[in-house]
């Protein structure tokens, strides 16, 4: 978490207020790194190797019958995701209302947009007058490329809560203000949301951020 500028008081911007709105999404206390069909893979490889060298010996003739077809192979448990409650979510804006990256938690709580949509967005994907966040890219884990959307669907626009375009065009004078300090020190990328210098954070910085506000 990063602290220590100016910001403008809030005092007009209620926490509860911010989170109302047909736009209000539930956001998970930590989002995964890594797709179940990895964990799996990791965690069981052996019972799949032996089921498909089965079948191979099988079709051989190396072996009678397959055994391994009357086995049910384990299964690993899915983890149950923890979202914020209402309560929570408020809490949690009140606490790190001085925070740097203030906005951005309005906007994952607001919004919906998962990790690498809300690291990827750029100010021109932003249309603040009419309250609409166009989503047109993912910020990778490693913060280091972009990935495009694969359907349709994934590019989407998101409807922006009253609560939400205020947070953000707050954001832009404070971010203006640490441009115009850094001078050619900062590298602009156009980034909404980007590190203290304005190149791409890393997904995991959110995710940490989101795990202890203070």
């Given amino acids: 978490m990063q602290r220590g500028h100016s910001t403008p008081s809030r005092s007009s ?7 109302k709105g047909p736009g209000t999404h539930p956001v998970p206390w930590q989002q995964r790194h890594s797709s179940t069909r990895r ?40 983890k149950e995701t923890k979202y914020f409650s209402f309560e929570q979510a ?8 001085e925070d740097r990256f203030w906005a951005l938690y309005v906007l994952a709580f607001t919004t919906g947009l998962r990790r690498g949509e809300l690291l990827g967005l750029r ?13 047109r890219r993912s910020l990778t884990p490693n913060g280091k ?3 495009q959307p694969k359907s349709a669907k994934g590019r989407r626009s998101v ?30 990328q156009g980034l909404v949301f980007p590190s203290s210098i304005g190149t791409p954070l890393t997904p995991a910085t959110f995710s940490t951020a989101l795990s202890s506000p203070c």
């Fill in 159 to 188: 409807r922006l809560t009253p609560g939400a375009v205020e947070a953000l065009e707050r954001h832009k004078m404070n971010q203006d203000r640490e441009k115009d300090c850094l001078g050619s020190q900062w590298q602009e």
């Fill in 39 to 78: 964990s799996s893979t990791l965690q069981y490889p052996r019972p799949r190797f032996c089921a498909q060298a089965g079948r191979i010996f099988s079709v051989w003739g190396l072996i009678p019958r397959n055994v391994t077809d009357a086995v049910d192979a384990p299964r690993p448990a899915k």
């Fill in 123 to 135: 100010w021109e994907d932003l249309d603040l007058e009419r309250g609409v966040v166009r989503v």
């Fill in 13 to 19: 911007c209620h926490s509860s207020a911010l989170l």
């Fill in 145 to 147: 490329s972009y990935n």
């Fill in 90 to 97: 408020k809490a949690f804006l009140e606490v790190a209302s």
